[in-house]
């Protein structure tokens, strides 16, 4: 008897085989003849040769499904499994195109204002777009999650995301624990947005090869970054050196967005933002795109919006 060993990286096992092994029950029913074995993260099958090499095959498509789409259910695999090649199993949508990632659980991620899509056409466009706007217009996580399609479509090899460390300039040295545990409370919103789109597992994965990192300005010095989707998020709190330093790290088949919000320079007195700075210097350079987002791509919680409008009309009183 043949025997066919596979085994589970960087999914849960407990997602792919669903609940009390419903889908691999699936598998055993449409594979009579094969005897199929699942524990922990491998999977046993015993059987014909023939009939084992046909079950690799729909079993690999089975599982593309699951990294695509982050979730499997009955019918997702009845389809796989009676379809005649790959394609005509493919989930179809008339809004297909606007979706930008299947998040956890089969969660639809994508453009959700008219500014928000522009922000996306921009990005398909020029390799460098910086995104403007208030808390809550979706620019970090819009920024995300076309960096995890890009990944995921094999169009860049790794992940960079980088944030000023601390408001005013990048002094942790009075926080307790090590670097990591210094850095993360600054990171936080990264690593929500990632959870958000990416198996914990696999994130997990991901990290630790390296695959995404996550990193604050300082960490970027020295470095060229090539094939990589790289965000720099609140950078309205980066100085002119910082900025500039980040802009030139841009290597070969490179993406970079930048992101911040000019009404929240948390920078000394006298220390001029590098983000403004960077918008009149580079407003006219061809290749790099520019979208100001405001209080009508807020997708937060309603009253996020007027407290914007509340202090934007003090603002304009003064």
Do not use: W
């Amino acid at each position: 008897m043949n025997e066919l060993i596979i085994e589970l990286t960087e999914i849960s096992p407990r997602d792919f085989f669903g609940l009390q092994n419903t889908n691999i029950q699936l598998l055993k029913k449409y594979f009579p003849k094969l005897k199929i074995i699942a524990r922990g993260s491998k999977i046993k099958v015993y059987g014909d040769e023939q009939m084992l090499e046909e079950f690799d095959k729909r079993f690999n498509m089975v599982l593309d499904h699951f990294m695509k789409y982050n979730k499997l259910d009955e019918n997702a695999i009845e389809r796989i499994l009676t379809s005649d090649s790959k394609t005509t199993y493919d989930a179809s949508s008339s809004t297909k195109d606007e979706i930008l990632v299947h998040g956890v659980g089969g969660k639809l991620i994508k453009a959700q204002t008219p500014n928000q899509r522009k922000l996306v056409e921009l990005m398909h466009k020029n390799d460098m777009v910086f995104a403007i706007g208030p808390a809550g217009t979706g620019k970090t996580y819009t920024g995300v999650a076309l960096a995890v399609k890009a990944l995921k479509e094999k169009q860049v090899k790794r992940i960079i995301l980088t944030r000023p460390a601390v408001e005013a300039g990048e002094n942790l040295g009075f926080l307790p624990g090590d670097m990591k545990e210094k850095l993360d409370p600054y990171m936080q919103p990264l690593y929500d947005a990632l959870r958000d789109m990416i198996p914990a597992e696999k994130l997990d994965s991901f990290i630790e090869k390296g695959i995404i990192q996550i990193a604050p300005m300082a960490f970027m010095r020295g470095r060229t970054l090539d094939n990589a989707f790289v965000i720099l998020d609140e950078a309205q709190n980066t100085t002119h050196a910082q900025m500039k330093m980040f802009l030139t790290r841009m290597g070969r088949n490179a993406k970079f967005m930048i992101t911040g919000d000019p009404g929240q320079v948390d920078l000394p007195r006298r220390v001029i933002s590098g983000l403004k700075e960077a918008l009149l210097v580079l407003k006219d350079v061809k290749g790099i795109g520019m979208i100001f987002l405001d209080d009508k791509d807020v997708i937060r919680h309603r009253l996020v919006k007027k407290v914007i409008e509340a202090y934007k009309a003090i603002e304009n009183r003064d």
